[in-house]
């Protein structure tokens, strides 16, 4: 059974900062793109920032500078790391487990957390 499970969102003042973790469990991790998505009420779900298992990085432009995504293999963990929070970042957190080639495709998604900047 796959999960994803996250931790860390909370309430914070603009300009604050948090850490999100998303331990995942029931996937071989390193074959997988590990992502950050929000959806803030009334708005479409939009990735935040993801990470191969490589390392490569992909950032949003509202988030570049103030957001840093990383991944520990060994612990199946992805963690997102936000800094200089503004209310425009108000949202449920979701982890986003990806593998595409060319032969499986698979998308997992955790609960999602709740963000909250307070002007």
């Known amino acids: 059974q796959v999960q994803l499970v996250e931790s860390g969102g909370g309430l914070v003042q603009a300009g604050g900062s948090l850490g999100l973790s998303c331990a995942a469990s029931?996937?071989?991790?390193?074959?997988?793109?590990m992502g950050w998505y929000r959806q803030a009420p009334g708005k479409q779900r939009e990735l935040v920032a993801d990470?191969?298992?490589?390392?490569?990085?992909n950032y949003a432009d509202s988030v570049k500078g103030r957001f840093t995504i990383s991944r520990d293999n060994a612990k199946k963990t992805v963690y997102l790391q936000m800094n200089s929070l503004k209310p425009d970042d108000t949202a449920v957190y979701y982890c986003?487990?990806?593998?595409?080639?060319?032969?499986?495709?698979?998308?997992?998604w955790g609960q999602g957390t709740q963000v909250t900047v307070s002007s």
């Open positions: 029931g996937i071989l991790f390193n074959a997988y793109i």
């Open positions: 986003n487990a990806n593998l595409t080639n060319g032969l499986l495709t698979r998308n997992y």
């Open positions: 990470i191969t298992s490589g390392g490569r990085l």
